[in-house]
Nanobody, 123 residues
């Protein structure tokens, strides 16, 4: 069974940066893709970015384009989400998830989820 653990969240001011990490443990970690999602207070979970585990091909939601970068370190079983130019609207709980067969923005395609890490952006 794969476990995903997010870290790196915290409080930051508008315009600041954070780097989130998602580290996998347990059985061999060979997903097709790993994605980042977030849930703002009172909102549904939404897609942020994803990448394919083997090739590093990336896919971003419009909200992330030009500000967020997703990357991975295969040796460390870790996926990163580098966030910059943060805005108050970026506040929420950020989750990583693994998809076995495809890279999409659809939550239902992801079958392993972390517990989330809180990001708070204040003005």
């Amino acid at each position: 069974q794969v476990q995903l653990v997010e870290s790196g969240g915290g409080s930051v001011q508008v315009g600041g940066s954070l780097r989130l990490s998602c580290t996998a443990s347990g059985t061999a970690f060979t997903p097709f893709a790993v994605g980042w999602f977030r849930r703002a207070p009172g909102q549904h979970r939404e897609f942020v970015a994803a990448l394919t585990w083997s090739t590093g091909l990336t896919y971003y939601a419009d909200l992330a384009l030009g500000r967020f970068t997703v990357s991975r370190d295969i040796d460390k079983n870790t996926v990163y989400l580098q966030m910059s130019s943060l805005k108050p609207d970026d506040t929420g709980v950020y989750y990583c998830a693994a998809a076995p067969q495809t890279m999409t923005d659809y939550i239902g395609d992801y079958d392993h989820w972390g517990q989330g890490t809180q990001v708070t952006v204040s003005s």
